[in-house]
């Protein structure tokens, strides 16, 4: 009699069971993760010796042991197990059939584990009992340096199934897999794949991830997972991740549209927001040597002014001053040759130069009288030269310069000296706007990591058009030390940054994530607080930023409109773009804190606040990125987290565009404002001197020009609306957006809401106070909210001069301990201000009262038919 799989898991108690083991199996593919050198050569070679000469003897012993003694609970888990070893192990049960194959052929039956049974140190207790010769646990971060000659007597390939599960992790890593709802979910879609294989017993079906990692929990449990399948299914089911091809024709393939068939038939859903295949990516590589960016960083030195020569007329008296940034000494002389100060004694000390900006100090010199003093002249002195050289390696402390002043009375030197080697300072960099982009054929063929990024359906089509632009990043030397490229396809609904080191090495990425790669927030615990979801109905979108060889972090980006009400008491309407962003290194993972200045800048700590920092600070204008000395490691992730936050507000600006112009940003049917940018650099003239067919820029941030706001093919939300009303859109959106009326009005005419945003000294947003409650966590755009606690502390750690993050006393306001904030759209009287929350879409007020117009925000998303992405293996 075959069993309903609901019904039997319930008798059972099998739930909760799989919900641990997978919450289990995903710390020790964590685990794994972090020793490349088990996917494959010589360590993976090693542990399958280790594996079929001790470990599975050991298991065979102690379970002869335990029937004869009558025990049926004392079991090894995959934990108790060396992790070269539990990994090997962890492979051949996820081939239940080869498994038990060669359990029986080798044992005679066969050999079981349990999640929750006997700990490492019993298990190494019995090894060394057994093997003495043979180490338990090995050192996995070296290949080791002899290896005795081995063949496998198992009928399962070890070697070509750890290649293939090395991808499995990737797709299962991301916070919401470890969320109970989810899991939830899971386990029921798990037993609808049963039942469906029940009805469809030679049809191959295809998970998705979500249930995938159900079924390898269940086969993690050897006899459970017999027992089970051959109750429900009248045999034992087989997992065969053997199909890895996704293009079509393809066995996978061609599996995965008769899986969607018979979950149709039944009245269920087989795509799932966030149980996709999110991609493949590259092997991992060995790690940079540490401190290699150091030498970008600026120096900061402690300067003292130690002395001052005079050779002034001796027939008169006078009065020397020297000023630099609050720090003034005065001497009165007379003329003829005089010296005060000196080495033990400075006339001036504790004064900080700064390589990346000009240190000047201001000689005057006054002509004394009886009564007052006339001043004569003035020179400036700047010692930036001085302080660069300080660069070399081979110079020795104290470092000490002269400088010589002319006057008509005479000459004044002044002796500066540096008494400690400099110190790092801030990495500062200016982004090279490229404004023409280049049509390219195959956007996969300009990729670094083609599989992480596009579905191997894309990959292998004839054509996927789109267009690119690559240009420099700068430090504050004016010198080339990276390269962005920007990659842009409307028909595959990419948008890419790659940041490229000096040797074209790639160095870090940024890129939208399919929608199938989140989920929404309903579908996870508590609204998910503890997950990276994403509202497509509303416009939201993602971006994942990763370093060369692992996830990084993830940016959300939404258009927001909120209503607040200025200090005058008028209500006003205003539209930002709000901006979160979380943390995934598995070390520190969690919502950050983010805030929007005014004039364009965002500020966004990239770690958690319980870790150490890692901060930037990026000006939209400008071009002008800012990274702390405490983010040396992490230089070309803060960049592609900047270039993260100039794509967003490309794609989740609402505009009006012109016919069959949807996809690009600077494409819009609205009226020219009176001023309008000529070029990049900015220049303004007025609209009166422009021709007809002049190619006229609006004054568009730095940033977003290099982002991509002079490319046609950009697959923005106003692009994914008007797809989707035409049937031409991949996504299942639904566009509850604007009709073109209404994104007319909304238009921002050209408006980044450089207005919005709060003071960069610190003073919070001016209409704060009127914005209502706020919400914390991952439901914090971090627009400001109501929050008395003083939030300079928290962005401590740019040292520019000014004492803090925001170079001057930040202490400000800012709402929740996550998240944080965008901004964009209108300006208006009284200054911007704004609220967080959900919404979307909407324009700020342009001058005068408020202004500003309504709307909700973004593109639906939704899963229906197409999810984006394909399965689990």
Known sequence: MAYDAHDFFKSHGRDKTLLDVAVAELDFLQLVDKYPVLFGGPVLDNAIRRYECFWLPLLAKESKKNKERGKDRDKFSLQAAPVDVAWVWHLHMLAPLAYKQDCESMFGGLLDSEYLARNHSVAQNLWQRLYPDEPFDLDLTTAPTYLQQYKSQLKYNLQSAAERQSKFYYNVSLPHYRDTQFLKDAVERYKHHLNLKKANPRTFLVPCYDFDLIWHAHQLCPEKYHQDTTAILGYLLNHDDTETGRVPGSKLYESEILTRVAWKQAGLEF????????????????????????????????????????????????????????????????????????????????M??????????????????????KPLQYS???????????????????AVSTNAISFNEGAVELTFRVVSPPTMGNFEFDVVPEQNFIKVNHVAHVLSQPMLMLSQKNIDMASLPGEMATNQIKDHRGQVVFTYKIVHSADCMLSAVEI??????????????????????????????????????EGARAMLIRSRDQDYGICVGKWIKKEVKSKRGRRKNISFMGLKYYNLNEDAQGWCKVKKLKNSKFLLVLRPSSSSQVQVKVDLNDGHITVPASGTEDIPQCLAVCFAV??????????????????????????????????????????????????????????MLAAGYCCMTVPTNVYLMSSAATGHVGWDFCPEYYDTVELEEMDCDGEWGSSIGFNEEGVEWEENANIGSFDE????????????????????????????????????????DAGGCGGDGGGGDGGGGCGGGDGGGGCGGGDGGGGGCGGGGGCGSGCGGGCGGSCGD
């Open 777 to 816: 966590g991952a439901q914090d755009w971090g627009d400001g909210g109501i929050d008395d606690g003083d939030f300079g502390g928290e962005f401590g750690g740019f040292d520019d001069g000014g004492g803090d993050a925001c170079g001057g006393g930040d202490g400000g306001d800012c709402a929740g």
């Open 500 to 537: 490229l080191d000096i040797f074209n090495n790639l160095a870090a990425t940024a890129h939208v994530l399919d929608i199938g790669a989140l989920p929404e927030a309903n579908e996870v615990s508590n609204e998910g607080p503890n997950c990276v979801t994403v509202a497509g109905r």
């Open 352 to 373: 900080k130069a700064y390589s990346s900006k000009d240190t000047s100090f201001t000689a005057t010199l006054f002509h004394k009288r009886l009564f007052g003093k």
């Open 646 to 703: 100039s794509v967003l507000h490309l794609l989740c600006r609402p505009y009006a565009p012109k016919e069959d112009q949807s996809a690009s940003p600077l494409s819009r049917k609205t009226k020219l404002d009176k001023y309008a940018a000529t070029s990049v650099t900015g220049t303004r003239v007025r609209r009166r001197s422009l021709s007809n067919n002049s190619y006229v820029l609006y004054a568009t941030p730095c940033m």
């Open 380 to 398: 400036n002195v700047n010692v930036k030269t001085f302080i660069d050289s300080l660069e070399n390696p081979n110079q020795t402390f104290p």
């Open 271 to 350: 795509s799932k927001r966030g149980a996709m295949h999110r991609g493949t990516p590259l092997p991992k590589i060995p790690p940079r040597q540490p401190g290699i960016f150091n030498s970008l960083a600026t120096l900061i030195c402690e300067l003292e002014l130690t002395k001052i020569d005079t050779h002034l007329n001796p027939k008169k008296k006078f009065q020397i001053r020297v000023t630099s940034n609050g720090f003034e000494v005065r001497k009165v002389v007379k003329g003829g040759e005089m010296s005060f100060g000196n080495s033990m004694d400075p006339l001036l000390s504790g």
